[in-house]
């Protein structure tokens, strides 16, 4: 009998899982569609051009590497602070932004923060969402539940029962929402669907944590903030976590922010003194590169031009690639519509394929998808869509 006997064994990351075992399969067509990442044209991570600008800057000013503050390097978090709200907005002397470990470090550390101000509050999430959504605000002690969110009949958005659900959530409740680029179904509220659900936020004393982890990949880096800054407008307190592992393409650097909007300046002081023991008791302070560099990208107008133009470009290339599977489906004589493919946004694409169908993707094609028939997009390219609109069209006959 040891202290670990008892102790049972995980079922493997659903998604970290499907890469191992896409790295242990033979074949040698085999594309992996199940990750978030985005690739470039020729199936790589790409170093952006921004990056590797800013990395040579620093590397040229090297200098020691001390401790940071508690709540990160002041630069990054003034920057993400504009980038967020907008720069010299209203609302900045009385939001607190900390640097954190990615978007999910963000997202923990304002789930342990919520936990102790309000520890009896439900956490809704989208049905479906993010699988660590579920996982993370579990593991700090919320209760999750899910409010309606896709239309699997209608590809869209069931705004209706959406808008039923959190009007139907009591007092305190923190609805967590994907601020753009919706994980995992590409689908999105409109501008005017984002007023309601504002409404029902205001009307129903409810706390809203958007989770922004694909900002530019919807319409741009302005366009996607634009939901945000309306929060602020009108919503006295709420979360927002920031990632730059997909916009920066910096995803081991581990580089995000959580922002905390609270209703005065002097209540933001309150508020970050405890968060900082929240980090402080955690991992007591974030790591120094990840953050120089996206400061430095950030702060310098030229790098910062070219980030813009970068982002771009990845864009482009998913929408291209979305146009190109419902090109590849129609030749590989798919019957139906597949307009919805070119519908969604951001990295993912929600095909609407049974489990069986992702599992003979997997199995018979070496086309890695979630069981859940999200793929994504952002891992196609010229050279491998083609066989995967074949071989989805053969799991579809
Ligand atoms: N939120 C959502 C909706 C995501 O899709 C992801 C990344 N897959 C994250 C948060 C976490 O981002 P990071 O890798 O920066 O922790």
């Known amino acids: 009998m040891s202290l670990f006997s ?37 199936g790589k991570l790409p170093l952006l051009r921004c990056v590797e600008a800013a990395e040579k800057k620093l590397a040229e000013a090297a200098a020691a590497k001390g401790y940071l503050p508690i709540d990160g390097l002041a630069t990054y978090d003034a920057d993400v602070k504009d980038l967020v709200f907008g720069e010299g907005s209203a609302v900045h002397d009385r939001v607190v932004t900390v640097q954190a470990l990615g978007g999910t470090g963000a997202l923990r550390v304002g789930a342990d923060f919520l936990r102790q101000v309000n520890p009896d509050a439900k956490v809704l999430i989208s049905n479906p969402s993010w699988e660590n959504h579920q996982a993370l605000f579990t593991r700090a002690g919320f209760t999750v539940e899910k409010y309606a969110y896709y239309d699997a009949e209608a590809k869209g958005v069931d705004f209706d029962g959406m808008i039923a659900d959190l009007t139907a ?83 081991g650097e581990r580089v995000g922010a959580l922002s905390i909007v609270c209703a005065d300046a002097e209540e ?70 597949f307009s919805y493919i070119t519908d969604q946004v951001g990295m993912f694409s929600f095909s609407g394929l049974t489990k069986d169908q992702m599992v003979r993707l997997r199995n018979e094609f ?13 891992a196609l390219n010229d050279d491998n869509v083609g066989y995967v609109s074949e071989s989805i069209a053969a799991v579809l006959k």
Not at 10 to 23: H, M, N, R, S, V
Not at 273 to 293: C, D, E
């Open 6 to 42: 008892d102790v049972q064994q995980a079922p493997p990351d659903a998604i970290l899982g499907l890469t191992e075992q896409f790295k242990a399969d033979t074949n040698p067509q085999k594309v992996n569609l199940g990750v978030g990442v985005y690739q470039d044209a020729s």
């Open 268 to 337: 933001a002081r309150r508020v970050l003194s405890q968060v900082k023991i929240v980090i402080r008791t955690n991992y007591s302070n974030p790591p120094t590169h990840g953050a120089q560099l996206a400061a430095t990208v950030l702060s310098d107008a030229d790098l910062r031009a070219q980030w813009v133009a970068e982002l771009g470009e990845m864009r482009d290339r998913i929408k291209a690639m979305r146009g190109a599977l419902v090109d590849g489906l129609k030749a590989a004589g798919v019957d139906g519509d």
């Open 169 to 251: 959530a009591a007092p305190g409740t923190v609805v967590v929402l994907h601020a753009c680029c919706h994980n995992p179904t590409g689908y999105d509220l409109t501008a005017d669907q984002w007023d309601q659900v504002i409404e029902t936020v205001l009307a129903g004393d409810l706390v809203a944590f958007l989770d922004m982890a694909y900002q530019g990949f919807s319409e741009g880096l302005e366009e996607d903030g634009a939901t945000v800054r309306k929060f602020a407008e009108r919503v006295p307190s709420f979360f927002v976590s920031t990632s730059f592992s997909k916009s920066l393409s910096l995803y």
């Open 366 to 378: 070496g086309v890695y998808g979630t069981d859940t028939g999200r793929i994504c997009v952002a």
